[in-house]
């Protein structure tokens, strides 16, 4: 059987010093997968969750971390008709992708724009779709006003560039330090306002910004930490989109009362732990309405990927370090030569 080049995790599970490159059996793709020769692929902080034990694998994925590859079709299951060897492809998998070869369902992956480069194609599958998937399970309308909370992770920037696409009246977003705060200002397509959470009570900030109504729509992904003010912060009728918990999944002493009497909707949502065929629905329902509208950051298209930062494969170790230190503005990208 073939070998590969792919990112293990030592005993398994552990810190950052445990990720090393070694080789494994290259995989063979099913009926209905499709064999994909990886050119780069993203991170994201499930990865790091996933290395140190705190996110479970879906059934029937890939112990390999990686969710997200750019790259070429390799091979093709015996059922599949749509794609043809050397076809350059974006995709979204359960895992598998921080390796030279990863398995795709065929219907998870789609053409790479020509004017992507490899890198800025591997951006945009996990945190576009996820930015896609919570701001349409929210509601989001034209005209309402929309928090989104760390603005500057990969998920933020996209959630921020499809809320002013979608019309939104106030794009609020909050990050951690100024420098990421002055980055996101400077998009062409990002945010109208921005709040630092680590100076400013962003629930104030928010009812100064809206005049005292709230935001219609919040993007949360901290959880714990930022839960009571996320309350204050929402209008009458607002809705509340929670994809992770940075900060904890346990509230204290919290007064239920505004999700009554203003209506409240909260929802919590996944995306990787997800039935194929509900990825398969939200995928080609973001092909159908977001991705052509997609280009690079020196692109003119109302939507762009942004690039934090590019490593080689055998700089797995830095890149994980560089995610953990919380500095990032924008995408990291891991080459595979």
Known sequence: MSQMRAVLIKDGIGGVENLYIGEIP?????????????????LNRLDI??????????????????????G?????????????????VIGLVGGGAYAEYCLAPSSHIWH???????????????????????LTIAELKPNESVLIHTGA???????????RLWDAKHVITTASTTEKLHWLLRLPNGPTRTINYKTHDFASEVKTITGGKGVDV????????????NLESLAVDGRMTMLALLSGAEVEHVNLA????????????????????????????????VADKLTGEK????LRTYIHAVFPFEKIQDAHREMQSNSTSGKLIVTIP
């Open 26 to 42: 290259k995989p063979t793709p099913k009926a209905t997968e499709v064999l994909i020769k990886v050119k780069a692929f993203g």
């Open 49 to 70: 969750e996933q290395r140190e034990g705190q996110y479970p694998v879906p059934p029937g994925a890939s112990e390999i971390l990686g969710v997200e590859f750019s």
């Open 218 to 229: 919040i993007i949360d992904f901290p959880g714990q930490s930022h839960f009571v003010k």
């Open 72 to 88: 070429t079709v390799a091979e093709v299951g015996s059922t599949v008709h749509e794609w043809r060897e050397g076809d350059a």
């Open 299 to 302: 692109g003119s298209g109302p």
């Open 258 to 289: 505004p999700i009554l009497f203003k209506r409240l909707r909260i929802q919590g949502t996944t995306l990787r732990s997800r039935s194929l065929a509900y990825q398969a629905d939200l995928i080609q329902r973001f092909k159908d309405t």
């Open 153 to 163: 992770s990969g998920v933020g920037v996209a959630a921020n560039q499809l809320a």
């Open 112 to 134: 790479k724009p020509s004017d992507l480069s490899w890198e800025e194609a591997a951006a945009v599958p996990e945190n576009w779709i996820t930015a896609f998937q919570a």
